[in-house]
């Protein structure tokens, strides 16, 4: 059957897996969804670990364009939020060894983008408050802390509190098993846990 790009049948509460698949089958409407349900989470899960407002856009654009074309290779629609955080994930890294590699051939003004670097992790694109959960005072502090773990602990803390991912979400993100994710998430919180401010944080992010 010819692949369509007519809107799939769907009402408020159509799913992401219900979108990938009809996404996967050829229905552009349906990655057009898609986009328009994620843009925002993958966008602040970007722009938090890149501080630049301008390359977080492109990045995810490229994150949106690498996922369209390897749509076909998309063998589990239900996992599809987890693999285009891969995806993201995998962007950022060769982002960061990008600047590293530019780094060693220029000198670094370290005004560039300074409102972008001192700016919070949006919620929206469209300029709206964040949500409590990236509230700005709590992410200054973490971003300071975050300097106290090792890049692994960094990352799965990010996916876990700002990104809100689960266990099980992040394992796949990042190709772990869910018992190295749980280690790595203890050990991140067990060098936060002298910090009120954080606990309390914490105590409110729980179900």
Known sequence: MAATS??????????????????????????????????????????YRT????????????????AFRSLKKLQQPERFE????????????DYHRRQKFRSLFSVLNDNDNEEDAQAEPPGERNGEPIDAIVRKEFW?????????????????????????????EIAEVLHKSESTVKTHLYRALGKFKNDTAFRAFIKEAQP
């Open 140 to 168: 200054q502090k973490v971003q300071t802390m975050l300097g106290q773990l090792s890049k692994m602990e960094q990352e799965v803390f990010l996916l876990r509190f700002l990104d809100e991912l689960g266990i099980k």
């Open 51 to 66: 501080r630049s407002r301008e390359d977080a856009e492109d990045i995810c654009q490229d994150v949106f364009l690498k």
């Open 6 to 47: 007519s809107p799939p049948p769907h009402d408020r509460d159509t799913d992401v897996s219900q979108l990938a698949t009809a996404a996967r089958d050829g229905n552009r409407f349906a990655f057009q969804q898609l986009v328009t349900i994620l843009e925002p989470k993958i966008f602040r899960m970007i722009f």
């Open 82 to 93: 987890s693999w285009l955080y891969r995806i993201a994930v995998n962007r950022v890294k």
